[in-house]
């Protein structure tokens, strides 16, 4: 990816963070004409320190 392509995908991430991977993967190739699969958008928000978040987790609360 080049580095236009690296400063949009910072850009939509960074505009509206509750994006899947496939919605920001439409949204780059209907906003720039960028061609992009969705493997790879995950693989450049991981290089550049974007990090997935996973659920919290609940207290075992027995009674």
């Known amino acids: 990816m080049t580095e236009q ?5 910072k850009l939509t991430v960074c505009r509206s963070c509750q ?3 496939v919605s920001i993967a ?4 209907t ?3 960028f061609q ?3 493997t ?4 450049e928000l991981h290089e550049m320190g974007f990090h997935s978040q ?5 207290p075992y609360i027995t009674k």
């Open 5 to 9: 392509g690296q400063r949009m995908l």
């Open 19 to 21: 994006l899947s991977a």
């Open 26 to 29: 439409k949204d780059l190739q």
């Open 31 to 33: 906003s720039c004409g």
């Open 36 to 38: 992009i699969i969705t």
């Open 40 to 43: 790879a958008v995950h693989r």
């Open 54 to 58: 996973a659920a919290a987790s609940k």
